[in-house]
Structure formats: C-alpha cells, structure tokens
C-alpha cells in the first residue's frame, strides 16, 4: 500500500514515464525517417538521373537529327556514310563558318564521338567525323 | 480487488474510539465531531457551481488557520454543505494507528442519514442518530432505556466518497501533481504527433518512387537500373569530357591563331595551333597553361602542340 502515499509522484511518475516514451518514440522516428528519407530522395534523384540519361543517350530521333549535318554544307563537300547506329562522315574544303556550324553541331548531339580529326589545308578546312549512338 | 472501494470494510471514527489496528485496507465514516455540516436552499443546478460558495457559507463558523475542504451534494431541494478539514482529520487517524494509505475513502455520517433509522451507539457515552434531517451526536443518556440500536456495518457506506490523498505524507500535493501530469502529457503527446509526423514524412518520398516506377515499368528491376545508370554514367561523364575540351580549345583562338589540325579519339586529343608570330605563340602557351593543359609545346615555325588525355 505504499503506493497509496506516494500516489501523487506515482501519477507524475506515470506521466513522465509517458513522456520519455514519447520522446524516444520521436527520437527514433526520426532518425530513421531522416535515414528513410535519404536514402529515398536519393533513390529518386538516382531514378530521375537515370530517366535523363536515358532519355538523351537512347534517344531514338539521334539517327534523324544527325542527317541534318548533311544539310549544313554542299553535297559535294561531304562524304556520308551510314550504317546502322554507326556514322562516318568526311567534310572536305570547308571555310571557317562552314566549320564552326558542323563542329557546333557535332558538340550537340547525343553521341559518341569515336574520332574528330580537323585539317588546315591552306585556308580551307578537311574534317572526319565517326560516332556512334 | 474492487477498484470502486465500496467493498471495503466500513469503520466508524470517533474521537475517543479505542486505538485500531488494522491489517488492510478500509473506509471510514467521520461522525459530526469531524466536520460541519450546513443545509441551503439555492436556485443552483449543478455541485460544481455550488462548491464555489461553500467557503462564503461557512465563512467566521471555521477556524481560519486551517484549510477546509468541501463536499457539497443534494438532498432533495436542499444542498448540504461539508466541510472538513483533512489534516486534522489524518492526524486523528494516525493518533487511532490508522495510516492514509490504510485509508480507501472517507465518508461522513450525514451521506448515510437515511441509513440511520435508529440510533447507532459510539463507545460507553455517545450514540449516533438523525434528529431534523441531520446526523448528530447524543449522549446514550438521552436514549430512552430498552429503545431500539442499530450496528454500524458496510450497509451505510454511501455512494460517494473522499479519498484521503497522501498529501500529508507525499512531496506533491494533488494540484502540483495534477498539473506536472498535465504538462508530461501535452509534452507527449506532442512528441507523438511529431514522430508520427516524421514516419509520413518518409512515405510521401516512397510515394514519389512508386510514381516513378509506375511511370517507367522498364525500370522497376533494380538490376536493370544499376546496369544502364552505370553504362550511360560512363557515357555522359567521357563525351562531356571531350565536347569541354573542344569548347575550351576552340575559346582559346583569339587574332593571330589557327587551327592546323585537331584530332581526338576516345582516348585523347592532340591539336596544333599554328600563330602569326612568337608573341602570339607564347601568350598562347601561357592561355593553354592558365586552362590547365599540362602538355603544351612549341614547335618549329610558331605551331603551339597542345596534348591531353581523356
């Protein structure tokens, strides 16, 4: 019956008892929710990284958006050939504006640049260009 | 073990009641001698509002050096007004060798004014008995001889009763206690909802996985996943690389440079810059150096060699 005296602190006791339950059942919320999230916002940001990427290098439009290169200068300038997902292609007397619009559009296309060779031969420009996607 | 204490065995406290000593728990039952006891007709409802007027009530009948406290209850139109004074009432009790924790609740006589049809004898000299709506104390004397008494058992036990608290032998009084209780649990509880707030939190992010995956069902295999972010990883990271250095290089022709050839592969690149004359030449070479391109010659005829690799 000695709770009977006491039972006043017993009831501070209990709720503080409570208390410090909650607190621990906070505090590991917490922490594994901030560990959870993470780890999630990471998998989602991974996911997303992932979706770009894969949006830019499977994109399926590449072999289309690379034949405008062949429009950038005349036909008998060029040298075209094209197999598969594979491309070889040789520019050939080009002028300096000429130049910076095939490389410029080289640099933006979602490809593999397997060899870019450029050639001064006085004043004009020779270019050779593989890739693949 | 009842927890309505009702149950309990009822003793009747007196003042020169023989000393107890008891082995469990019991109720007891205050006589007069313990409280006083006052009857009001007010168009009051409810004991809540009553009991706030019950100190005015018995304002200049009490001593004011104690603390009363008030039990207040209806019978019939008239509400009874008790007051008693707990420690005084404990100290007795501990005099009689009754401690508070032996104590399940205290009722007083009047609770049980019904129950006294006759009169309840207290000791050699006093008995207990309802004269005019009130339990009063009278000498056995006055009982007419032969008449008829009751024994006091746990049939007058009342409904209601006062629970003697261990505030006289506690650190806490019920008040403090109260209302440390109170702000433990408000404290708690709203340590609850934060938590639970956190482990939402976390699942509006595996919602938004879940979109993803739903979007994309090509991606739902984890290995699948590892697999093409690795490939493409790889991809993006060497043809950024080589696209940077053709946009660096061509930055660094300013008046006086050309480009003599410019050849890259997967593995590097190697370009000669071919300048008008040896100034050009060497601001040149400090440029590619201020780029960070390491290998960096100059060759017969003003040509700068500029090597790298991916």
Redesign the interface.
């Given at each position: 019956?000695?709770w009977?005296?006491?039972?006043?602190?017993l009831?501070?006791v209990?709720?503080?008892l409570?208390?410090i339950?909650?607190?621990v059942?906070?505090?590991?919320?917490?922490s594994?929710?901030?560990e959870?999230?993470a780890l999630?916002?990471q998998?989602?940001r991974?996911?997303?990284?992932?979706?770009i990427?894969?949006k830019?290098?499977?994109d399926k439009r590449t072999s289309k958006k690379l034949d405008k290169l062949q429009k950038l200068v005349p036909s008998s300038k060029l040298k075209w050939q094209k197999k598969g997902k594979k491309l070889t292609a040789g520019f050939h007397g080009l002028s300096s504006q000429e130049l910076n619009k095939v490389?410029t559009m080289i640099?933006n296309l979602?490809v593999?640049?397997?060899?870019?060779?450029?050639?001064?031969d006085h004043g004009s420009?020779n270019v050779e260009f593989k890739c693949k996607w | 073990m009842s927890f309505l204490g009702n149950s309990k065995p009822l003793l009747l406290v007196y003042r020169n009641m023989p000393k107890q000593s008891l082995s469990d728990t019991v109720n007891i039952m205050l006589t007069p001698q313990f409280y006083s006891l006052k009857k009001e007709t007010l168009p009051l409802k409810y004991a809540f509002q009553v009991k706030k007027i019950a100190p005015s009530l018995f304002d200049g009948l009490l001593e004011n050096t104690e603390k009363y406290d008030y039990l207040v209850y209806r019978e019939g139109e008239v509400w009874v007004f008790i007051a008693y004074n707990l420690k005084a009432i404990n100290h007795f009790l501990v005099s009689k060798g009754i401690r508070s924790e032996q104590v399940g609740k205290i009722f007083f006589a009047q609770q049980a004014l019904d129950k006294f049809t006759a009169p309840v004898l207290l000791g050699d000299k006093d008995a207990l008995a309802a004269i005019d709506g009130s339990v009063v104390l009278i000498p056995q004397a006055a009982l007419e001889e032969g008449s008829e008494t009751l024994t006091f058992d746990e049939r007058f036990t009342p409904k209601h009763g006062v629970v003697l608290q261990g505030a006289f032998n506690s650190f806490l009084s019920k008040k403090q206690a109260i209302a440390l209780a109170t702000i433990f649990t408000l404290f708690a509880l709203a340590f609850f909802l934060e938590g639970r707030r956190y482990s939402e939190g976390s699942e509006v992010t595996k919602a938004e996985i879940e979109a993803l995956l739903e979007e994309y069902p090509a991606l739902q295999s984890q290995y699948t996943r590892k697999s093409i972010a690795e490939k493409y990883r790889a991809i993006d990271k060497n043809e950024r690389k080589k696209r940077d250095r053709v946009k660096t290089l061509g930055n660094m022709i300013f008046k006086g440079v050309t480009v003599d050839t410019f050849k890259m592969d997967d593995k590097g690149f190697l370009v000669r810059f071919k300048c008008t004359d040896a100034k050009v030449a060497k601001h040149l070479k400090e440029l590619s150096k201020k780029e960070g391109f390491s290998s960096v010659k100059t060759l017969t005829g003003n040509i700068v060699q500029i090597e790298g690799k991916l």
């Open positions: 019956m000695i009977k005296r006491y039972q006043n602190e009831i501070v209990l709720a503080l409570l208390l339950i909650a607190l059942y906070k505090n590991v919320q917490v594994s929710s901030t959870s999230l999630s916002k998998e989602v991974e996911f997303k990284e992932l979706v990427l894969k830019r290098w499977l490389i640099l979602a593999q640049i397997q060899m870019l060779e450029i050639r001064n420009y | -």
